[in-house]
């Protein structure tokens, strides 16, 4: 399909390339700005009725809140995992509207952390954002992995997996984040495509002929194409981003193993074969194009009938105009890169330069980031 890369996605199991490993986690853990969040819409369901069980246990159940920082997770009333059953993600609820979310996995701390504060600094003012995340301390992995164990509900089998996972001497990293706002466009993902919509066809169909949403959406491909990450829009990825009742996007999923996104010397080559070209403002529309036809074909049936249905515009209009504002929003996402990392005038971002830490291997993946920056700017 025009415009659209055939690469590898992750329900299909891609080969996982190892990233090599030059960050020290002590110092990584230091506070940053938000990270990746790893939901779902239906993990988002699951810590809704959490909720709402909680709140029907009478006036003597304690409204507790999570703190962020040093939380005391000897107040979870409840924990949940993803529908999708997702080995290493589990949420944890403590009474109040104010879950965490909790990841086990091996997604390194510098290239997650730079990812984060990355679509903050550029998309914040768009309403573009993720949630904010920390890595665990080696203590706090072992009193998860006890509430998981005393509370979780799943099969036994999944929780002994899960509880080895959160344990230090498990995954390589724990992740305590926030939990994403809003309702990812699919879930339930068979053969390819999504079974399910939490919006209903009409709110789609409202945000595919939305200006500014859609201007978004090609603001977020353009930084997503930067860094490497390429398993969200414009592969019809229909869950690896959420939108709430303003329109606002909340960002999920932030690194991925299935392209390259590693900040490190023996991944750069294969992100220019995979990125480079497409990262051609003369290719933007021809981009826009693929993308509306490749998230029309991921929608659930039910949608896709109802955008051919639909009475409020065309089809030729709707994917006309969305091809116009994607393009644009792929232009507005190419300024802000280029006035943050190779700026005219001024200095490179401050903040983008702390989140990829101070460690061994620090210097060189800023280097690497400013150098691609350069290489984008000189694009045609």
């Known amino acids: 399909m025009k415009g659209v890369r055939g690469r590898v996605r992750k329900h299909e199991s891609p080969v996982r390339v190892p990233i090599s490993r030059t960050t020290d986690e002590e110092q990584l853990r230091k506070p940053r700005p938000a990270a990746p969040q790893l939901s779902s819409v239906l993990g988002n369901r699951a810590v809704s009725r959490m909720v709402a069980a909680n709140r029907g246990l009478g006036s003597e159940a304690p409204i507790q809140r999570y703190a962020f920082e040093g939380?005391?997770?000897?107040m979870t009333n409840g924990v949940s995992r993803s529908g999708d059953g997702a080995s290493g993600v589990v949420f944890f609820v403590d009474g109040s509207q104010n879950p965490l979310v909790t990841k086990a996995a091996n997604d390194p701390p510098r290239e997650t952390l730079f990812a984060t504060a990355f679509y903050?600094?550029?998309?914040n003012k768009r309403g573009i954002t993720t949630p904010q995340t920390r890595l665990a301390t080696p203590d706090e992995r072992g009193q998860i992995a006890a509430q998981i164990e005393e509370k979780a509900m799943w099969k036994q089998d999944e929780v002994a997996?899960?509880?080895?996972?959160?344990?230090?001497g498990g995954r390589p990293h724990v992740w305590v984040q926030g939990m994403a706002k809003g309702k990812a466009l699919g879930s339930k993902r068979k053969e390819g495509r999504f079974q399910e919509s939490a919006m209903g066809t009409n709110r789609i169909i409202e945000l595919f002929e939305d200006p500014d949403y859609v201007r978004n959406l090609g603001f977020v491909t353009i930084c997503d194409m930067f860094i490497g990450n390429g398993d969200r829009i414009d592969v019809?990825?229909?869950?690896?981003?959420?939108?709430?009742?303003?329109?606002?996007?909340?960002?999920?999923?932030?690194?991925?193993?299935?392209?390259?996104?590693?900040?490190?010397?023996?991944?750069?080559?294969?992100?220019?074969?995979?990125?480079?070209?497409?990262?051609?403002?003369?290719?933007?529309?021809?981009?826009?194009?693929?993308?509306?036809?490749?998230?029309?074909?991921?929608?659930?049936?039910?949608?896709?009938?109802?955008?051919?249905?639909?009475?409020?515009?065309?089809?030729?209009?709707?994917?006309?105009?969305?091809?116009?504002?994607?393009?644009?929003?792929m232009q507005d996402g190419r300024k802000a890169i280029l006035a943050k990392l190779a700026p005219t005038f001024g200095k490179r971002s401050r903040s983008l330069k702390a989140s990829v830490g101070d460690d061994e291997g620090a210097a060189e993946a800023w280097g690497m980031l400013k150098r691609r920056a350069l290489r984008f700017k000189n694009l045609s």
């Open 161 to 168: 997996a899960d509880v080895q996972s959160f344990r230090v």
């Open 71 to 74: 939380t005391q997770w000897n």
């Open 120 to 123: 903050n600094k550029l998309g």
């Open 236 to 329: 019809g990825n229909l869950g690896n981003w959420m939108t709430d009742t303003s329109n606002a996007i909340s960002l999920i999923d932030n690194f991925t193993t299935s392209t390259y996104q590693g900040l490190t010397r023996n991944r750069e080559e294969s992100w220019e074969s995979l990125f480079l070209n497409e990262l051609k403002p003369s290719g933007y529309a021809a981009k826009a194009a693929g993308v509306y036809d490749h998230l029309l074909n991921m929608m659930p049936s039910d949608v896709k009938t109802a955008f051919s249905k639909s009475s409020s515009m065309s089809a030729d209009g709707r994917k006309k105009n969305f091809v116009k504002n994607y393009t644009k929003g």
